[in-house]
Nanobody
Framework: QVHLVESGGGSVQAGGSLRLSCKTS????????IGWFRQAPGQKRVGVAA????????DYARSVEDRFTISQDDNENAVYLQMNMLKPEDTGMYYC???????????????????WGQGTQVTVSS
């Protein structure tokens, strides 16, 4: 029943920006830890940013924390990832994920997530 839908991916030049969206149902969104993960070609999936939707706790990978911003919209039951100053190394399939069980904090640990969207592709060229 947990449903997550990503959108907003695309192809941009280095230095450009994209805004990813993860839309959920109200039940999924409420008091939820939602994370963004990405998988580059030939690489394992890694956590990029996460948010706990009740307390507003956030976590970022060091490689993106100065460029990416995760945010929430309670009216839309959505979590967004604003990505600025994109680099070719940011290229990958970006997935939205929801916690396996209530956590009460944000985490980038993939093991804490049990539900995944289908992904949205981000390609950054030189």
């Amino acid at each position: 029943q947990v449903h997550l839908v990503e959108s907003g991916g695309g192809s941009v030049q280095a230095g450009g920006s994209l805004r990813l969206s993860c839309k959920t149902s109200a039940d999924t969104y409420r008091r939820n830890t939602i994370g963004w993960f990405r998988q580059a070609p030939g690489q394992k999936r890694v956590g990029v940013a996460a948010i706990y939707t009740l307390g507003g706790y956030k976590d970022y990978a060091r490689s993106v924390e100065d460029r990416f911003t995760i945010s929430q919209d309670d009216n839309e039951n959505a979590v967004y990832l604003q990505m600025n100053m994109l680099k070719p190394e940011d290229t990958g399939m970006y997935y939205c994920a929801s916690h396996r069980r209530w956590l009460g904090y944000a985490t980038l640990s993939e093991a804490d997530y049990g539900y995944w969207g289908q992904g949205t592709q981000v390609t950054v060229s030189s």
